[in-house]
C-alpha cells in the first residue's frame, strides 16, 4: 500500500516530475497508425506535452511540438510537404528534427538545417502503433519481440480515458490476480478472446490518459511481476530517477 503522497507522485507526468522522466525512459505508444494519414497532420498530447504528428514522403512519422517556434502558431493547420510540414503563417518549414529548413541560390550550401525549431521525439512505426521516445538521451531500439511470438493481429484498439493512468491499473489488479508488470505502464492479461493482451497506459496529462490494447495470441516470453506490486515498483523506480541524466 502506498501513501496519499507517492500517489500523488506517481500521478504527475508532466516534463521535469519524476515520475513523468520515468515514462520518458520507455517508448510508449503515442497513436495508432490508422489515425495518421499521408496529408494531415495530427495534434497529439503526451505526458502534458503538446505535439505534432505528420508523415514524411516516404510514408515514416515524425512527431514535433506543436507551436510554431516562430509565433506560436498551431501547427495544426500546417501543410504536410515532402520535405516536411510547412507552417501556414509565415512559412516556415520544419524537419523530423524539428529544425527549420532553408533553401536557396544565395546559400553556399543551396540548402541549411536552422537550429532553432521546434522540440522533436523519435518515432517508430510498428505492427499498427507508433511508438515515440521523449526522453533526453538517444533513443535505444524499440524491441518488442519478446512481447509478441508471431505477427501482431489487424485489432489493435485505444480508447481515451478521462482518469489518471493509475486508476485503471489498480483496478485491473484488484479483479485479475494473474495480471502481470512490467515497468512502467504495461501490464499483460491472460485470457480473454486470445492468450493474453497487453495493455500500455499512456498518460496525456496528470488527469487523463490513453489505453492502447494489443490482444496476442501467445503468452509473452517475460519476467513480469504480480499487477498488484505496480504502485510500489513504481514508487521504489520514481524514487532512484536523476532528473539530471539517466
Not at 69 to 74: F, I, K, S, T
Not at 161 to 189: C, D, T, W
Not at 204 to 218: G, I, L, M, R, Y
Amino acid at each position: 500500500m502506498i501513501t496519499e503522497e507517492e500517489n500523488k507522485l506517481l500521478a504527475q507526468t508532466n516534463k521535469g516530475t519524476l515520475c513523468g522522466e520515468l515514462m520518458r525512459r520507455y517508448w510508449q505508444p503515442a497513436v495508432l497508425s490508422e489515425e495518421l494519414t499521408p496529408d494531415k497532420p495530427l495534434p497529439v498530447t503526451i505526458l502534458g506535452e503538446e505535439l505534432i504528428l505528420f508523415r514524411e514522403a516516404d510514408g515514416k512519422p515524425a512527431l514535433i511540438g506543436r507551436w510554431c517556434a516562430h509565433q506560436g502558431v498551431d501547427m495544426v493547420y500546417g501543410r504536410v510537404e515532402a520535405d516536411g510540414l510547412r507552417c501556414m503563417y509565415h512559412g516556415w518549414m520544419f524537419d523530423r528534427c524539428g529544425k527549420v529548413v532553408i533553401r536557396g541560390e544565395w546559400l553556399p550550401e543551396k540548402e541549411r538545417r536552422w537550429d532553432v525549431g521546434q522540440p522533436a521525439h523519435p518515432c517508430v512505426e510498428e505492427h499498427g502503433i507508433i511508438f515515440t521516445w521523449m526522453g533526453s538521451e538517444d533513443a535505444p531500439p524499440l524491441d518488442l519481440a519478446n512481447l509478441v511470438a508471431d505477427e501482431w493481429p489487424e485489432t489493435c484498439s485505444k480508447i481515451a480515458h478521462e482518469e489518471n493512468y493509475l486508476r485503471p491499473i489498480s483496478s485491473i489488479a484488484v479483479q485479475n490476480a494473474g495480471a502481470k508488470f512490467l515497468m512502467p505502464n504495461l501490464i499483460v492479461l491472460p485470457g480473454g478472446k486470445t492468450a493474453a493482451e497487453l495493455h500500455w497506459f499512456v498518460p496525456t496529462d496528470d488527469n487523463s490518459h490513453a489505453q492502447f490494447t494489443v490482444p496476442v495470441s501467445q503468452m509473452p516470453q517475460i519476467t513480469a511481476l504480480p499487477l498488484a506490486a505496480a504502485p510500489e515498483l513504481l514508487v521504489e523506480a520514481v524514487r532512484k530517477v536523476d532528473l539530471k541524466g539517466p
